[in-house]
Nanobody
Framework: QVQVVESGGGLLQPGGSLRLSCAASGTFFVITTMGWYRQAPGKERELVASTTRSGSTNYADSVKGRFTISRDNAKNTVYLQMNSLKSEDTGVYYC?????????????WGQGTQVTVSS
């Protein structure tokens, strides 16, 4: 059983900064890609940023230059540093981890953490 737990969401004003964390735990061979997704009210869930185990990163165009994803492989943890936040960044942020366990490739999602950007 593998689970990921997000933390760090909150309410803040436009222009502010926030750091999200996501820690994976359980029984697995290796975690490969970890990523952050978000879902705004009335919209579909979308990729915000992802990173491979080797450190390659991928960002949504809307967050490039403002958000930074990083990870600590020793702690099986991924972070999302969000700067210059805008109201359109509001949503529930979900962490996703891809991993190998007993020869099978699987994915697990977190419960989500709310980020609200409002004046």
């Amino acid at each position: 059983q593998v689970q990921v737990v997000e933390s760090g969401g909150g309410l803040l004003q436009p222009g502010g900064s926030l750091r999200l964390s996501c820690a994976a735990s359980g029984t697995f061979f290796v975690i490969t890609t970890m990523g952050w997704y978000r879902q705004a009210p009335g919209k579909e869930r979308e990729l915000v940023a992802s990173t491979t185990r080797s450190g390659s990163t991928n960002y949504a165009d809307s967050v490039k230059g403002r958000f930074t994803i990083s990870r600590d492989n020793a702690k099986n943890t991924v972070y999302l540093q969000m700067n210059s936040l805008k109201s359109e960044d509001t949503g529930v942020y979900y962490c996703k981890a891809d991993f190998y366990s007993t020869g099978n490739a699987r994915s697990v999602w977190g419960q989500g953490t709310q980020v609200t950007v409002s004046s």
